[in-house]
């Protein structure tokens, strides 16, 4: 990741990471961001999604029930307007 890719794709880059070390990797895109990168992320878990600028929610559910656009916008805007399962999660994550 030192050269400049200008793009990065990560799928579920907190797998398997202890909770402590995910506001590490967060720092890490943000850096990678800051620098002038894109940053594409695949992720279930919510302190990513609440951190990230922009969503694009698959569903409506999983498998042959998903593969639709089901929401795109900030996570704000997921938070405040949105009726998906995902949604509902990051709804509950960010009221704690």
């Given amino acids: 990741m030192a050269d400049k890719a200008g793009v ?39 302190a990513v999604m609440a951190h990230a600028d922009w969503l694009i929610d ?6 042959h029930d998903g593969g639709r656009v089901v929401f795109t916008g900030t996570p704000a805007e997921l938070v405040a307007d949105g009726d998906t399962l995902t949604a509902r999660h990051l709804r509950e994550y960010v009221v704690r």
């Fill in 8 to 46: 990065y794709v990560l799928d579920e880059p907190t797998t398997g990471l202890h909770l402590a070390d995910a506001d590490q990797l967060l720092a890490l895109l943000d850096r990678l961001v800051e620098a002038g990168n894109t940053v594409v992320v695949i992720e279930h878990h919510q």
């Fill in 58 to 63: 698959l569903g409506p559910g999983a498998g």
